[in-house]
Nanobody, 120 residues
């Protein structure tokens, strides 16, 4: 059974920092590409950051480049998102995502989401 435990969200002032964690179980974490998405009220879910299975490559949305860092620990089946210099527009529910592409098949799993609110 696939399970995710997301943590680290909360209320933070502009300019502050948070680190999100997503601990996964029930699948072979090490071979999956892991990503963080976010969804703000009234907006579509958007991709924030991605890290490949071997952590050899990362990609970020332009809006978070230089402020957010995605990382993973395959020994702990956990992906992280370090968020610095937070802005009010970063307020959203953040979701972790696991994705595996096998030939023409895509296997994907979603976490339950954790709320991040940036406000003074």
């Amino acid at each position: 059974q696939v399970q995710f435990v997301e943590s680290g969200g909360g209320l933070v002032q502009p300019g502050g920092s948070l680190t999100l964690s997503c601990a996964a179980s029930g699948f072979t974490f090490a071979i999956y590409t892991m990503s963080w998405y976010r969804q703000a009220p009234g907006k579509e879910r958007e991709l924030v950051a991605t890290i490949t299975s071997t952590a050899g490559s990362t990609n970020y949305a332009d809006s978070v480049k230089g402020r957010f860092t995605i990382s993973r620990d395959n020994a702990k089946n956990t992906v992280y998102l370090q968020m610095n210099s937070l802005k009010p527009e970063d307020t959203a529910v953040y979701y972790c995502n696991a994705r595996l592409d096998i030939a023409a098949t895509i296997i994907t799993y979603w976490g339950q989401g954790t709320q991040v609110t940036v406000s003074s």
